[in-house]
């Protein structure tokens, strides 16, 4: 908690990373996670965390193992004199600072490094070999991470392609929905997919940290534009994606965010998570849902109307018409089945009962309605049977689509689709 900063001079160049202040850097996301290292030197940037952490860890560790000479009067069989690595550190105020120390070679025998006091006269052997920590160039040192937030964080995704309709998503609830360039019920499993990639997404280079022309890398009328919206307070993070290069026999792709001036080159694979029609961020089950999650059910047809709970959340129970346990298998298989439905063609729902009765669903053939394992909370906040338990949902299935062919039009109540 007393180191400030620390100093790094190798093969790659002079480094000088600190500690930063509380405050986030400008154009980061509201709320986001701010690396605890900062690069202030031969740039400001966001540091590696686990890569400086792993440098402070060594040197915490590090021990003197031998003084190997007094005073050498020839520092070349050392590595020292003129040294690999020279690290220095910055203290808190009152706190005295160490001379820097100067790395030398490997030892011939065992994993340690010869090292000195700047300015001092005596060879240590060092209890560690700190020279493949300590040999890192400024993409070694530097945060890759192009977004900070949480995937938890995002309540509003948009992805705009060159040339297509835009596509948006918004999260209600716990559901996703989408809204653009039609309204559907939206993939949960998709759009993970989707933010999985930018929580993670990770700069492969480091190409221009102040482009004089963005049109150089396509910047200036990007590929693509993919902009979440962050809850609590609406904050947006941009991502615009330009044109393709080649360095050193790999693909890239230009990109940079909206907020921050630098171009940095990203993977050629991140193309084929966003690369989707619209089309395919809908959800095709009619009603997804977790079969551990239901605790009551009610189901008609066939001329019958059965009611089955959970009793103590483990065993299945007939309530009605008649009391009895229920056979656990043939339940469980039941709500498999419904949570797996999908649907092979998607039709606008009409209003009204005759419009629903052109697809057997103003009288449909059977209504199968869940509800969640969690009690609801009545007025004086006690749960129970009483107050009953949270909708899950109400499936309704009509006729035939054709007769000779087990296919069959569905719907979910308060949706707006047909299958």
């Known amino acids: ?8 001079t190798n093969a790659h160049g002079t480094f000088l990373v600190e500690k930063r202040e509380a405050e986030g850097e400008e154009g980061s996301p509201a709320g986001a996670q701010k690396t605890e290292w900062r690069i202030a030197e031969p740039l400001k940037a966001d540091a590696d965390d686990t890569a400086i952490n792993g440098m402070v860890n060594n040197l915490k560790g590090v021990k003197i193992e031998q003084v190997v000479t007094e005073s050498a009067k020839d520092l070349e069989p050392y590595g020292l004199k003129e040294p690999e690595i ?21 030892s011939p025998i065992g994993s340690n490094s010869y090292a000195m006091w700047e300015g001092g006269d005596k060879v240590l052997l060092l209890s560690t070999h700190l020279n493949p920590q300590f040999d890192k160039g400024l993409h070694d040192l530097r945060h890759k991470k192009i977004f900070a937030f949480k995937r938890e964080d995002v309540e509003r995704l ?54 004089k022309d963005l049109a150089d ?24 994606i330009g044109s393709m290069h080649q360095a050193q026999g790999k693909g890239y792709l230009y990109a940079k965010r909206e907020e921050r001036p630098g171009v940095v080159g990203l993977g050629m694979d991140l193309i084929g998570t966003f690369a989707k029609e ?30 089955l709970e959970k009793r103590d959340g ?13 056979d656990g298998t043939r339940m469980s298989t039941l709500l498999g089945a419904v949570s797996r439905l999908e649907g092979l063609e998607f039709l606008e729902k009409p209003e009204g009962e005759q419009g629903l009765a052109v697809y057997g669903l103003a009288e449909p053939m059977a209504r ?21 338990y949270p909708l899950l949902g109400v499936l309704l299935l009509g006729k035939k689509v054709q007769e000779g062919e087990d296919v069959y039009y569905a719907t979910v109540d308060g949706e707006d689709t047909v299958h």
Do not use: H
């Open 158 to 211: 948009r992805i705009l392609r060159s040339g297509d309709p835009e596509m948006e998503l918004v999260k209600e609830g716990d559901k996703w929905e989408l809204l653009l360039p039609f309204r559907a019920r939206a993939s949960e499993t998709t759009v993970d997919e989707v933010l999985n990639k930018l929580t993670t997404l990770k700069a492969e280079a480091f190409v221009d940290e102040a482009p």
């Open 314 to 326: 483990q065993k299945w129970w007939i309530e009605a018409p008649i009391v009895a346990r229920a």
């Open 368 to 388: 199968v309605v869940l509800y969640e394992v969690k009690p609801a909370t009545d007025e004086e906040g006690e749960g129970g049977e009483e107050a009953g």
């Open 217 to 240: 890398y396509g910047l200036e009328r990007p590929v693509w534009r993919i902009e979440v919206v962050l809850k609590p307070d609406q904050t947006k993070a941009t991502l615009l």
């Open 278 to 307: 619209a089309e395919e961020f809908r959800e095709k089950k009619v009603m997804p849902f977790k079969t551990w999650k239901v605790r009551k059910a009610e189901l008609d047809g066939k001329g019958l109307d059965v009611t």
């Open 86 to 106: 020279r690290i220095s550190l910055q203290v808190a105020e009152g706190v005295e600072a160490p001379q820097p120390l100067l790395v030398g070679a490997k």
């Open 1 to 8: 908690e007393k180191l400030k900063g620390i100093g790094l």
